[in-house]
């Protein structure tokens, strides 16, 4: 069945607030306050382009959406020069657990002979997301000889307290630039969200002959199969793919099922991406990025 998404607009973008949160509203997530609150955590740039995690709260009403007063906030820093994510975190999402909150995000290093690094690290918040410190200064998923050159964004979900996680690896690096890897997403399972065993199995294979990579994946639990959008990019753009699984572990790719385009003109029509799916008051939600890989903001669409 195709999925008709409906744009709402464009809900935040920094505009030099500070010099940590100076560009950048990156990979929207979405975490469920109260009624009608939400405290959405995303990726922002300081003035040195190295990585940030920030957080604004916004509310959801008749399917109009405002960002709350004040609520701009500082979250996680990049890391120390020599660490895993000494150019920049990026969040990636959460999960409440033992009156926690684990942050998982991507740590950033730049490199000589391809142009990035990454590895997956966690932050843990003991006060309900009022502050957030590492649960250790190396990452918890790095590199090995199922995922020997980059790994990207994952999505973890709790699963009958089955840790699931669905992330990207690089399978190949065919040069130096941007445009020269080829990504697809792989599976793990965890007892406790931390130590995670890989099996080197493929979710979604990328197609080489279409993209250049499948990312930052977006899994729904629901009552009669589980539900995936990504992100796939081919060249310099990317667009949203979607697939569906009966366990979550074999998956079929129904891209052309889910409707959510460029627009015309703005801020999200030259790219759409990083996808974040959420249920609101009997609506089906969407935070996305546009153009310039959240340069210029998140916005949100609701599912017709």
């Keep these: 069945m195709k999925q008709s998404w409906i744009k709402l607009g464009k ?34 740039r300081d003035k040195h382009n190295r990585g940030q995690i920030a957080s604004i709260e916004i509310e959801i009403e008749n399917q109009t959406v405002k960002v709350c007063e004040n609520t701009l906030r500082h979250v996680l820093s990049h890391g120390k020069n020599g660490y895993f994510d000494d ?59 199922f995922d020997p ?20 690896s ?13 990504f697809s997403i792989k599976y793990a399972e965890s007892n406790d969200g931390i130590n995670w065993i890989r099996t080197n199995k493929i979710a979604i294979k990328c197609n080489r002959a279409l993209e250049d990579a499948i990312a930052r994946p977006h899994i729904t639990k629901d009552s009669d199969k589980y539900r995936m959008w990504y992100s796939k990019k081919k060249g310099l753009n990317y667009s949203i793919g979607y697939a569906e699984s009966n366990n979550g572990s074999e998956w079929e790719r129904l891209d052309i099922n889910c409707c959510i385009n460029v627009s015309d003109s703005g801020w999200d029509s030259e790219m759409i991406e990083y996808p974040y799916i959420f249920d609101h008051e009997g609506f089906r939600y969407m935070l996305y990025n546009g153009n310039d890989y959240g340069k210029t903001g998140f916005g949100i669409a609701v599912l017709e």
């Design 11 to 44: 809900v935040f973008c920094p505009c030099g607030q500070n010099d940590l949160l100076y560009t950048h509203a990156t990979n929207p997530v979405a975490e469920h306050l109260s009624q009608n609150r939400y405290r959405v955590y995303f990726s922002s």
């Design 149 to 168: 050159i980059s790994l990207s964004y994952p999505f973890i979900m709790n699963d009958n307290e089955t840790f699931r996680m669905w992330y990207g």
């Design 170 to 182: 690089c399978e190949e690096w065919n040069g130096n630039s941007n445009c020269d890897y080829f």
């Design 87 to 145: 150019n920049g975190v990026t969040v990636t999402g959460f999960l409440h657990r033992n009156s926690k909150i684990y942050l998982y995000y991507l740590g950033w290093n730049l490199c000589r002979t391809i142009p990035f690094r990454n590895s997956i690290g966690l932050a843990v918040s003991e006060d309900n997301g009022v502050s957030f410190s590492r649960y250790s200064v190396a990452p918890i998923v790095d590199r090995n000889s």
